[in-house]
């Protein structure tokens, strides 16, 4: 069978969004699921695989099918008794967000409960995307059954796309950060960091320094900074994108995730990086433009494709 879907690994919760007065909106979201929602956005045609853990609660079962209705599946995820989604609340300033989470014992944090059944998940993806996030909810050793069946999918042809995606809250310690993200870089084919993250967790003092660093280790690195040029780093040279700046963003959520999906479906259809980042930073500056971590398909289709 062809290689031809693509997968994202990780943990999808329950979003809450404030709206005007008491009333909170109620929806899906988490890192890796909103680059998934814009892969499968743009690349429709592409099987798009879900890969988690999820409760048996009515809340799981209504994230389940909220997949299924937008084209998305879960391969071979375990459904487990008991267990349940984890919980995010956005509270907006303006257009930047905070965020306020519960999620400690949410079922994602035994996606790598099951090898076999996680291997399963990985077959056949033309693509599979993970982030620093994705390893931060895992305990040691299930970090290593993940990053043995990643290794196991790139062995078999798969690209590797990952995001390191630092949130210093989920990890015991900067050093356990450092280490987890290392390891997940060296099977890594496609590289997705974030300068500020970068230069919280190593210490980089400049884009070009994540860039080179790197690019040491990984074959394809793109540097997003926000409304700052994306930095590519591809066969020892540096070439910076800029972004496309949106005067008054609505909110922010969401808007690295969907340029990592934008960026990783323009690679999958043959454009070459600067193309791609180009695509990316235009759906970025759309998603910022609406609610919520999850753009329309049409709002993202149209900013790729202008």
Not at 259 to 283: C, K, W
Request: glycine share 10%.
């Amino acid at each position: 069978m062809a290689a031809d879907g693509v997968a994202s690994i990780g943990e999808c919760m329950l979003e809450l969004s404030g709206q005007a007065g008491p009333n909170w909106r109620m929806g899906f979201a988490g890192d890796t699921f909103n680059t998934l929602w814009a892969l499968h956005a743009l690349s429709g045609e592409r099987p798009a695989t879900y890969v988690s853990a999820f409760g048996d609660d009515p809340f799981s079962q209504n994230q389940i099918s909220f997949f299924a209705e937008n084209g998305i599946g879960i391969g071979a995820s375990p459904i487990i008794p008991g267990a349940r989604p984890g919980l995010y609340a956005i509270t907006l300033t303006g257009a930047e967000r905070a965020f306020t989470y519960w999620r400690s014992d949410a079922a994602a944090r035994r996606l790598a409960s099951d090898p076999l059944a996680l291997a399963k998940s990985l077959e056949n993806q033309a693509l599979v995307y993970f982030s620093g996030i994705t390893l931060a909810i895992l305990d040691t050793a299930a970090r290593k059954t993940l990053l043995a069946a990643i290794a196991k999918a790139r062995a078999a042809g798969s690209r590797i796309a990952f995001d390191p995606n630092y949130r210093p809250r989920l990890w015991q310690s900067r050093d356990e950060a450092q280490a987890a993200i290392l390891d997940a870089l060296a099977v890594t084919d496609i590289a997705l960091p974030t300068f500020p993250d970068e230069q919280m967790l190593f210490g980089d003092t400049a884009p070009q320094m994540t860039a080179g660093r790197m690019g040491k280790l990984v074959g394809e690195v793109v540097v997003k900074n926000g409304e700052e040029p994306a930095l590519i780093a591809t066969g020892g040279t540096l070439q910076p994108v800029p972004a496309q700046h949106v005067a008054t963003p609505v909110d922010t959520t969401g808007a690295g995730d969907s340029f990592n999906g934008g960026y990783l479906t323009a690679r999958l259809a043959g454009h070459a990086p600067a193309e791609a980042v180009q695509r990316a930073h235009r759906v970025a500056a759309a998603v910022v433009q609406v609610r919520g971590a999850l753009a329309p398909f049409e709002t993202l289709k149209t900013a790729f494709n202008s």
